[in-house]
């Protein structure tokens, strides 16, 4: 069967490709190997913010004498967690089956392989193959946990991420190698609900792609949670011949020590999915194990695509949606079957967000970074324990920093640690996309009392206008 265009891939990136390209009048068919809705929905974004919502609401019970209430016998029924996290990533995946089909888009369950520009195989999971012919393609394969040489997964006592969303039985002490979104994420839900945690670190701080500020926040309320924290250290090997796991772990200087643990979870970063799909066979450019796309996500092939994970730029997933809405769009304005050029993505300007508590949001340059620009800089801070919203909630932990060019008032970056920031970096997202300035944003009245009006007070802070520090 022939197609306007086929998606490999059903994640954040390829559904969304997919309807798109269905919306401006394509024929489309989308392939997946395993769920419908790729590894954020089934084993990534979706079942992990399920967790930390359960791990949320076991800390509320744990500290309801705070807030004027008794809660007696609270304690986390691990099997219960597990089971609500996969029920609502299943909801989700049944969610974009609806999509399919109410855009009617082609599904074809089975593992792809290009042959050609305009040729796909398709393996079936009972061994059955078809050829589908397309005039364009996008490659949606997404990525895998990263498996580190030195610590080889065996999904029982050292896992990965899919693994640590699915165990059968709550450890009573993990060791989580990396402190990047996926470690810190696993390690506020497994402490909070009694394992005892530990993070291993190799920068010299946690979340390293942060704000150092941020990165010092966060450790500081991690410890104070009870989590346990080796920065400047690697795990060199992990020994699991015996019950449970011997981590032997290098610092800086040199020494070595060991930490015994249930399990170790590598959190160590993503790997994209790139072998195996044919690349070789139409000469598709890879580089760093990364597909090389254009600034409308084609590759140096023409007519075939690439977004998401599989590419370079940050391994999120609302990156990758746009990615997939972008060659969409394009392949449509080429087949003039839309006027519309998409506009290449500012990957400067892609926010970030990690779901422990207190989350992290971000957006732009640290101000390490803006410094190493040659910007002047106007830097403000405004911390949660001022804020009169954040004091009603019990949750003071944190603050909003905001980083200004000093000469035009323009935001260059905005660093936000606490209680629902995640859903407030879309301001500033939004106000650097739309070149708004430090002026702008003091003068647009913010309600009160919310968090959202830290972003205010914080330039006010920057401008030396604050009223409430």
């Given at each position: 069967m022939a197609y306007d265009l086929i998606v490999i891939g059903s994640g954040p990136g390829g559904y969304p490709a997919a309807i798109r390209a269905s919306q401006l009048g394509l024929k489309v068919a989308i392939i997946e190997k395993e769920l419908l809705g790729g590894i954020c929905l089934n084993w990534g974004c979706i079942p992990t913010k399920a967790l930390l919502k359960s791990a949320q609401v076991n800390n509320y019970f744990q500290h309801a004498d705070a807030y004027g209430l008794k809660a007696e016998k609270i304690e986390a029924d691990f099997a219960a967690i597990i089971k609500r996290s996969r029920g609502v990533a299943d909801k989700m995946s049944k969610g974009v089956q609806f999509l399919m089909k109410k855009y009617k888009i082609d599904v074809i369950m089975g593992t792809a392989t290009l042959k050609s520009k305009s040729q796909i195989e398709v393996v079936a999971a009972d061994g059955s193959k078809q050829t589908l012919d397309a005039s364009n393609i996008i490659i949606a394969t997404g990525g895998r946990s990263r498996v580190l040489p030195n610590i080889p997964q065996d999904g029982k006592k050292i896992?990965?991420?899919?693994?640590?969303?699915?165990?059968?039985?709550?450890?009573?002490?993990?060791?989580?190698?990396?402190?990047?979104?996926?470690?810190?994420?696993f390690a506020y839900f497994y402490n909070s609900i009694g394992t005892k945690v530990t993070i291993v670190e190799f920068a010299d701080r946690v979340v390293p792609v942060e704000d150092a500020d941020v990165s010092k926040e966060l450790e500081k309320q991690f410890k104070k949670q009870g989590i346990e924290i080796y920065t400047s250290a690697s795990v060199e090997s992990v020994d699991s011949s015996g019950a449970g796991t011997v981590s032997t772990v290098k610092k800086q200087?040199?020494?070595?020590?060991?930490?015994?643990?249930?399990?170790v979870l590598s959190a160590a970063g993503v790997v994209a999915n790139v072998e195996n799909i044919g690349l070789e066979t139409l000469g598709v450019k890879v580089e760093k194990g990364k597909i090389i796309v254009d600034?409308?996500?084609?590759?140096?092939?023409?007519?075939?695509?690439?977004?998401?994970?599989?590419?370079?730029?940050?391994?999120?997933?609302?990156?990758?949606?746009?990615?997939?809405i972008n060659a969409a769009e394009h392949?449509?304005?080429?087949?003039?079957?839309?006027?519309?050029q998409p506009e290449g993505i500012d990957y400067g300007?892609?926010?970030?967000?990690?779901?422990?508590?207190?989350?992290?949001?971000?957006v732009g340059l640290t101000e390490a970074q803006a410094k190493e620009a040659g910007y002047e800089l106007k830097v403000g801070k405004f911390p949660f324990i001022a804020s009169g919203k954040a004091a009603a909630a019990g949750a003071t932990e944190g603050f909003v920093k905001v980083i200004y060019d000093a000469k035009y008032g323009e935001l260059l970056g905005a660093h936000m640690i606490g209680m629902n920031v995640t859903d407030m970096i879309a301001e500033a997202v939004v106000a650097r996309k739309l070149e708004t300035t430090a002026h702008e944003i003091l003068n647009a009245i913010h309600p009160h009392p919310t968090m959202s009006e830290g972003f205010k007070e914080a330039t006010a802070v920057a401008y030396g206008e604050q009223t409430d520090l």
């Amino acid at each position: 069967m022939a197609y306007d265009l086929i998606v490999i891939g059903s994640g954040p990136g390829g559904y969304p490709a997919a309807i798109r390209a269905s919306q401006l009048g394509l024929k489309v068919a989308i392939i997946e190997k395993e769920l419908l809705g790729g590894i954020c929905l089934n084993w990534g974004c979706i079942p992990t913010k399920a967790l930390l919502k359960s791990a949320q609401v076991n800390n509320y019970f744990q500290h309801a004498d705070a807030y004027g209430l008794k809660a007696e016998k609270i304690e986390a029924d691990f099997a219960a967690i597990i089971k609500r996290s996969r029920g609502v990533a299943d909801k989700m995946s049944k969610g974009v089956q609806f999509l399919m089909k109410k855009y009617k888009i082609d599904v074809i369950m089975g593992t792809a392989t290009l042959k050609s520009k305009s040729q796909i195989e398709v393996v079936a999971a009972d061994g059955s193959k078809q050829t589908l012919d397309a005039s364009n393609i996008i490659i949606a394969t997404g990525g895998r946990s990263r498996v580190l040489p030195n610590i080889p997964q065996d999904g029982k006592k050292i896992i990965g991420y899919r693994e640590a969303l699915v165990l059968s039985e709550q450890p009573k002490s993990m060791v989580i190698v990396g402190s990047g979104a996926i470690g810190t994420e696993f390690a506020y839900f497994y402490n909070s609900i009694g394992t005892k945690v530990t993070i291993v670190e190799f920068a010299d701080r946690v979340v390293p792609v942060e704000d150092a500020d941020v990165s010092k926040e966060l450790e500081k309320q991690f410890k104070k949670q009870g989590i346990e924290i080796y920065t400047s250290a690697s795990v060199e090997s992990v020994d699991s011949s015996g019950a449970g796991t011997v981590s032997t772990v290098k610092k800086q200087d040199g020494s070595t020590f060991t930490i015994e643990a249930d399990i170790v979870l590598s959190a160590a970063g993503v790997v994209a999915n790139v072998e195996n799909i044919g690349l070789e066979t139409l000469g598709v450019k890879v580089e760093k194990g990364k597909i090389i796309v254009d600034k409308y996500q084609q590759t140096n092939v023409p007519g075939v695509y690439a977004i998401g994970d599989c590419t370079p730029h940050q391994a999120l997933a609302h990156k990758a949606s746009k990615e997939g809405i972008n060659a969409a769009e394009h392949i449509a304005f080429v087949a003039k079957k839309s006027a519309h050029q998409p506009e290449g993505i500012d990957y400067g300007n892609v926010p970030g967000c990690t779901y422990c508590q207190p989350e992290i949001s971000s957006v732009g340059l640290t101000e390490a970074q803006a410094k190493e620009a040659g910007y002047e800089l106007k830097v403000g801070k405004f911390p949660f324990i001022a804020s009169g919203k954040a004091a009603a909630a019990g949750a003071t932990e944190g603050f909003v920093k905001v980083i200004y060019d000093a000469k035009y008032g323009e935001l260059l970056g905005a660093h936000m640690i606490g209680m629902n920031v995640t859903d407030m970096i879309a301001e500033a997202v939004v106000a650097r996309k739309l070149e708004t300035t430090a002026h702008e944003i003091l003068n647009a009245i913010h309600p009160h009392p919310t968090m959202s009006e830290g972003f205010k007070e914080a330039t006010a802070v920057a401008y030396g206008e604050q009223t409430d520090l």
